[in-house]
């Protein structure tokens, strides 16, 4: 069964203050991973995708990397509005779908 | 271009009574999926369709039925409403990477 566990579930910083989210999977054939903010209140909103371990891609104060058996989002130097629940997911090639299979994800509050 | 559009955004059902919760897309993806989130529990996944006239079932789909007539829309239909289907509902669109997800329907049922 594939698994995707995310850790910490809370993480409370200061503004300027760098830290990492970390993602670990059990899947049998990784097509993709992905990850995903989400604002209290809306649906999530896409970040980034990954497809192959080594792989790296940045967004602004946000970087992501992937290794064979774990993600890691790294936040440098957040800012307030940063302060979202951040989930992750991966694509499996079971079933020939497309459909992700999410953590429960890590609630970020950054202090200013 | 309005992306995933669900209604309604909030709902309160008395213990069994049936309704629909309304997702349509306008990005012409083939694949459209229902979640439920709920505190602590993570996003899971009720049913999908990976395109017209083919639905599948996810993690949870007891109590839940789908349908597919067009590519627009996917609606969820909640037979006879229980308490513990109090969620957070959300319906996705994607075409195979990123998914597009609509802004949710809080239901509560009493």
């Known amino acids: 069964e594939d698994q995707v566990t995310q850790s910490p579930e809370a993480l409370r910083l200061q503004e300027g203050e760098s830290s990492s989210l970390n993602c670990s999977y059990t899947?049998?054939?990784?097509?993709?991973l992905f990850w995903y903010r989400q604002d209290p209140g809306k649906g999530p909103e896409f970040l980034f995708t990954l497809y192959s371990a080594g792989e790296e891609k940045e967004k602004e104060r946000l970087k992501a990397t992937l290794t064979k058996k774990e993600s890691f989002l790294h936040i440098t130097a957040p800012k307030p509005e940063d302060s979202a629940t951040y989930l992750c997911a991966v694509q499996t090639e079971t079933g020939g779908s497309y459909i992700p299979t999410f953590g429960r994800g890590t609630s970020l509050i950054v202090h200013p | 271009n309005a992306g995933v559009t669900q209604t309604p955004k909030f709902q309160v059902l008395k213990t069994g009574q049936s309704m629909t919760l309304q997702c349509a897309q306008d990005?012409?993806?083939?694949?459209m999926s229902w979640y439920r989130q709920d505190p602590g529990m993570g996003l899971r996944l009720i049913h999908y369709s990976v395109g017209a006239g083919i639905t599948d079932q996810g993690e949870v789909p007891n109590g839940y039925n789908v349908s597919r007539s067009t590519t627009e829309d996917f609606p969820l239909r909640l037979l006879s409403a229980a308490p513990s289907q109090t969620s957070v509902y959300f319906c996705?669109?994607?075409?195979?990477?990123?998914?597009?997800f609509g802004q949710g329907t809080r239901l509560t049922v009493v």
């Open positions: 990005m012409n993806h083939e694949y």
């Open positions: 996705a669109s994607s075409i195979g990477t990123e998914a597009f």
């Open positions: 899947v049998s054939g990784l097509r993709g």
